[in-house]
């Protein structure tokens, strides 16, 4: 997947990130892309329309009505000249104006005019970010299809603090490279995720024994943030519940933080009336000591005696609630490995269940590759071998397949 020989459109709109957008186009060009600048006049402010056109190596497009630009190539054309519309930066008012459709210049006449997959980079300041106008704007782009690239948290040029950077030309180039050709909005996952609110939990928990010491696992989380990731993409609005793991929050994603296994069920128990699907890819220890020590426990005799109770199941809970989102239990087990699925999947009344066999060398725990047996009530399918993100995206798929299948008609 990727987007070499792909036709990208270009959008700048009037933020201050408009300066990066020469090295957002030379980062696209390195990937194989031809790209076509379409400006609006307050990014014209910000950035060189020169440096735009060597950098890509055609003109920039700015005026909806300049008619030596629509006998060149018109821009109904430009629309289906394009594959992937990107709107980098978008500013509040762009998204504003894309959102009601309203069509009073060249980019936004564009959007209107394209089937092409659209990316949007917003970039404004934080509280204009947070403001209950902008955020139904950008429900409603992500309802009609539109997939959102950050914004990235940080220090701003007008000195707040806070969500509303655009993110790094050079990530915005690989996330787009990584999963364009898989998460068009034309695609059946997209139409059914977007808009849907997806919690996931991802990583080991951590049960602590004493002020020093806990018990935990292997897990590193990637699996969880890779269907983090890819579910962001299709339009979903994400919750990642993560335990203690070194990951970068995916674009478009809220996370909320956890230690145990007792506040990983507080916090999914938090948002589980506002699920609609719950994928469990968390790897919950299953027993906590009995009581935490007060005090570092002291090595005294050659041996240690501690007692264990279970933990709660998280998923189990969840998927006993009156109100149960959509289930998606993972397994990962070093033998039997269908058989145990199975009957996790009828134990916790999960409606998939995606198993894994630890013993495979180079996949799953803590591993960048893993393969999945995914099944359902009355179906099953394997997905062999491949990259974490790569795999996140085909299991996608299966439950967007499945929840609409299961919805009520
Ligand atoms: O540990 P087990 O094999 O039963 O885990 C199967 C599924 O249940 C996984 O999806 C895991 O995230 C979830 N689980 C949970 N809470 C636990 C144990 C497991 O949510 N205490």
């Known amino acids: 997947m990727s987007i070499a020989n792909k036709n990208i459109l270009l959008g700048i709109t009037g933020g201050i990130a408009a300066y990066k957008t020469p090295d957002l186009v030379r980062k696209l060009t390195a990937l194989g892309a031809n790209v076509r600048v379409v400006i609006t006049a307050s990014a014209a402010e910000f950035v060189s329309t020169l440096s735009l056109q060597a950098v890509s190596g055609n003109p920039v497009h700015h005026h909806l009505l300049d008619p030596a630009a629509e006998a060149a190539m018109g821009h109904i054309e430009l629309a289906k000249w394009a594959d992937v519309l990107l709107i980098a930066p978008a500013t509040a008012n762009t998204l504003a104006k894309l959102a009601h459709g309203i069509a009073d210049d060249l980019l936004s006449t564009l959007y209107l005019a394209t089937t092409a997959d659209i990316y949007v980079a917003p970039a404004m300041n934080q509280q204009m970010w947070k403001a209950p106008a902008t955020q139904n704007?950008?429900?409603?782009?992500?309802?009609?299809?539109?997939?959102?690239?950050?914004?990235?948290?940080?220090?701003?040029?007008?000195?707040?603090?806070?969500?509303?950077?655009?993110?790094?030309?050079?990530?915005?180039?690989?996330?787009?490279?990584?999963?364009?050709?898989?998460?068009?909005?034309?695609?059946?996952?997209?139409?059914?995720?977007?808009?849907?609110?997806?919690?996931?939990?991802?990583?080991?928990?951590?049960?602590?024994?004493?002020?020093?010491?806990?018990?935990?696992?292997?897990?590193?989380?990637?699996?969880?943030?890779?269907?983090?990731?890819?579910?962001?993409?299709?339009?979903?609005?994400?919750?990642?519940?993560?335990?203690?793991?070194?990951?970068?929050?995916?674009?478009?994603?809220?996370?909320?933080?956890?230690?145990?296994?007792?506040?990983?069920?507080?916090?999914?128990?938090?948002?589980?009336?506002?699920?609609?699907?719950?994928?469990?890819?968390?790897?919950?220890?299953?027993?906590?000591?009995?009581?935490?020590?007060?005090?570092?426990?002291?090595?005294?005799?050659?041996?240690?005696?501690?007692?264990?109770?279970?933990?709660?199941?998280?998923?189990?809970?969840?998927?006993?609630?009156?109100?149960?989102?959509?289930?998606?239990?993972?397994?990962?087990?070093?033998?039997?490995?269908e058989a145990y699925a199975r009957s996790k999947l009828e134990k916790k009344n999960l409606d998939m269940i995606a198993a894994n066999d630890i013993t495979t060398e180079g996949l799953g725990f803590n591993s960048d590759q893993n393969a999945l047996h995914v099944i359902w009530s009355d179906g099953e399918k394997r997905l062999p071998a491949t990259s974490k993100s790569e795999l996140a995206t085909q299991l996608l798929s299966l439950i967007a397949e499945r929840y609409s299948t299961a919805l009520p008609s």
């Open 137 to 337: 704007n950008l429900h409603m782009l992500k309802e009609h299809g539109v997939k959102m690239i950050g914004p990235a948290e940080g220090e701003q040029a007008c000195g707040d603090v806070g969500a509303g950077r655009m993110v790094e030309p050079v990530d915005i180039a690989s996330l787009l490279n990584e999963q364009h050709a898989l998460t068009r909005h034309n695609d059946p996952t997209h139409n059914t995720l977007a808009g849907k609110r997806i919690t996931i939990t991802a990583g080991p928990t951590r049960e602590p024994l004493d002020p020093v010491r806990y018990i935990s696992n292997h897990s590193s989380g990637k699996m969880g943030f890779a269907i983090a990731q890819a579910a962001a993409l299709a339009g979903a609005e994400v919750t990642l519940v993560a335990g203690p793991v070194s990951l970068n929050t995916p674009e478009g994603c809220k996370r909320i933080n956890v230690t145990t296994a007792d506040d990983m069920l507080a916090a999914c128990q938090s948002v589980a009336t506002s699920t609609d699907i719950f994928i469990s890819t968390a790897a919950v220890a299953d027993y906590k000591a009995s009581a935490v020590a007060n005090n570092k426990i002291k090595k005294t005799g050659e041996e240690l005696t501690l007692t264990f109770i279970k933990n709660p199941d998280i998923l189990a809970t969840i998927s006993a609630r009156d109100d149960r989102p959509f289930c998606v239990g993972f397994a990962a087990e070093s033998q039997n490995v």
